[in-house]
């Protein structure tokens, strides 16, 4: 068979995953042959990877030249890795242009976005693909089962924590993510995530949604009422401390942005206590579904530990999942500030907080029992070998529909765009009254 000629747009650190997979086991049927990214030194490192592979160097272009690299590549499917707030339009222009979609979540960040790739679709019948790779993680994979074959009954509420540490929540407002008009908040850009897996494992649409939080350990103001004095406004320094970002430490942070930001200004390392953040590091929301289940979500980017906990009651019973990703944060541990810890395995044993995860099930009238989680080898469990299999070989059969499209990107980042509503207005937000059409109707999958 023919390969699938792709494009790329946008071609910072997370566009690593897809150009690897294309580079390595999917080159027999993918092969990488543009790239369209207004930074040279981003475009080119990609590029490499791809002619190191054995490919002919893929033809790179400025965003105002997307559509001519897919008629002119003759370009089948656009993997959009961009900043959040540029999705949509991306999207848009792609289809448009005669090519299918794959896009990192969140799928945009505001409701009219949303309607208008909806429209977009719509009007060429072209496919969009989002890459929830938290679905295909074994321990999600497995509650999902354990709720699908029914055995706590028909769910009645759902108690969701999740808790970035202080190297990976502190991430988010070092770099664009820190700014709301860039991506939505972590309400869309992180809990889209988790708002898709309620969705998932629910089979149902959020109605409405009651969110409460605020900038309450990050920022400048918060850092003067400790009294933390004067900061360097980035972290590339001699002497950075644990909460700065020392780029020429990662020699593939600094290809990709410190060697970049001559020719954008783009700055990866900015301080998390300085001006100008404007998004939330605690949040939480209640939200209520069309099947009568009710969420109570909270979310905090300043933890000691990182992980998550999820407890799902249903009529029979109460389902428990609990995973520890990192139990702690140590001074001079060598742990990269930038690392996600669902990304790698750490293999670091705490005391009373070691790393790992445990499902729970216990049924009315009977003792807890413990079900087993199955994991593979590679990021999130094996979920992004798996994922990838889905994008670039086709979606399987999966009894667990895992496989999502822009129906689904867009009831997940329903949940946070109502939320940053009931932010700013102290009011309850209906999520029909969004604007987007898929969301004035039951929808279950």
Same mark, same amino acid.
């Given at each position: 068979m023919p390969r699938l000629r792709y494009a790329l747009a946008g071609a910072g650190h997370r566009a690593q995953m897809y150009v690897e997979a294309i580079a390595g086991p999917h080159r027999e049927r993918a092969e990488l042959v543009a790239i369209c990214e207004p930074n040279p030194v981003r475009a080119q490192l990609h590029a490499?990877?791809?002619?190191?592979?054995?490919?002919?160097?893929?033809?790179?272009?400025?965003?105002?030249?997307?559509?001519?690299?897919?008629?002119?590549?003759?370009?089948?499917?656009?993997?959009?890795?961009?900043?959040?707030?540029?999705?949509?339009?991306?999207?848009?222009?792609?289809?448009?242009?005669?090519?299918?979609v794959v896009v990192e979540k969140p799928l945009t960040i505001d409701a009219p976005s949303a309607a208008?790739?909806?429209?977009?679709?719509?009007?060429?019948?072209?496919?969009?693909?989002?890459?929830?790779?938290?679905?295909?993680?074994?321990?999600?994979?497995?509650?999902?089962?354990?709720?699908?074959?029914?055995?706590i009954g028909e769910i009645t509420s759902v108690d969701f924590s999740w808790m970035l540490d202080t190297n990976h929540g502190a991430d988010y407002f070092r770099r664009w993510h820190r700014e709301k008009k860039n991506s939505g908040g972590l309400l869309v850009h992180k809990s889209s995530h988790h708002f898709d897996l309620v969705n998932w494992w629910l089979r149902s649409q959020p109605r409405r949604v009651f969110a409460s939080g605020g900038l309450r350990f990050y920022g400048a103001a918060n850092a003067a009422a400790r009294g933390l004095g004067e900061r360097p406004a980035r972290g590339t320094h001699d002497g950075a401390d644990l909460f700065e970002l020392?780029?020429?430490?990662?020699?593939?942070?600094?290809?990709?942005?410190?060697?970049?930001?001559?020719?954008?200004?783009?700055?990866?390392?900015?301080?998390?206590?300085?001006?100008?953040?404007?998004?939330?590091?605690?949040?939480?929301l209640i939200v209520d579904y069309d099947s009568g289940a009710?969420?109570?979500?909270?979310?905090?980017?300043?933890?000691?530990?990182?992980?998550?906990?999820?407890?799902?009651?249903?009529?029979?019973?109460?389902?428990?999942?609990?995973?520890?990703?990192? /139990?702690?944060?140590? @001074?001079?541990?060598?742990?990269?500030?930038? &690392?996600? *810890? !669902?990304?790698?395995?750490?293999? $670091?044993? %705490?005391?009373l907080r070691p790393e790992g995860e445990r499902l729970i099930l216990h049924k009315h009238w009977g003792e807890a029992y413990e079900v087993p989680i199955v994991?593979?080898?590679?990021?999130? /469990?094996?979920?992004? @070998?798996?994922?990838l299999n889905?994008?670039? &070989?086709? *979606? !399987?059969?999966?009894?667990?529909? $895992?496989? %999502?499209?822009?129906?689904?990107g867009i009831r997940s980042i329903a949940v946070g765009i109502a939320g940053n509503r009931s932010l700013e207005t102290g009011l309850p937000v209906q999520v029909a009254d969004l604007g987007v059409r898929l969301l004035q109707g039951p929808a279950a999958r």
């Open positions: 490499r990877t791809v002619v190191s592979a054995g490919d002919a160097a893929p033809r790179v272009g400025a965003p105002d030249e997307l559509e001519t690299l897919i008629r002119e590549e003759r370009v089948d499917r656009v993997i959009i890795c961009a900043r959040d707030d540029l999705h949509a339009e991306l999207i848009v222009r792609s289809l448009d242009a005669g090519a299918d208008r790739i909806e429209e977009a679709v719509a009007r060429t019948g072209r496919k969009v693909v989002l890459t929830f790779n938290y679905r295909y993680s074994p321990r999600n994979s497995t509650l999902r089962q354990v709720l699908q074959d029914g055995e020392d780029l020429r430490k990662d020699p593939r942070l600094a290809e990709l942005y410190l060697d970049a930001e001559k020719h954008d200004g783009y700055l990866r390392d900015r301080d998390v206590f300085s001006d100008g953040i404007t998004i939330e590091d605690n949040l939480a009710t969420l109570s979500y909270s979310l905090n980017a300043h933890a000691p530990w990182e992980g998550y906990r999820v407890a799902v009651n249903g009529t029979l019973g109460r389902a428990e999942l609990e995973v520890v990703e990192r /139990g702690a944060v140590l @001074a001079g541990e060598g742990l990269h500030p930038a &690392i996600d *810890p !669902s990304l790698s395995h750490t293999e $670091r044993v %705490a005391n994991s593979g080898t590679g990021g999130h /469990g094996g979920g992004d @070998a798996l994922l889905d994008v670039f &070989i086709g *979606p !399987s059969d999966d009894p667990l529909s $895992r496989p %999502a499209d822009w129906s689904d």
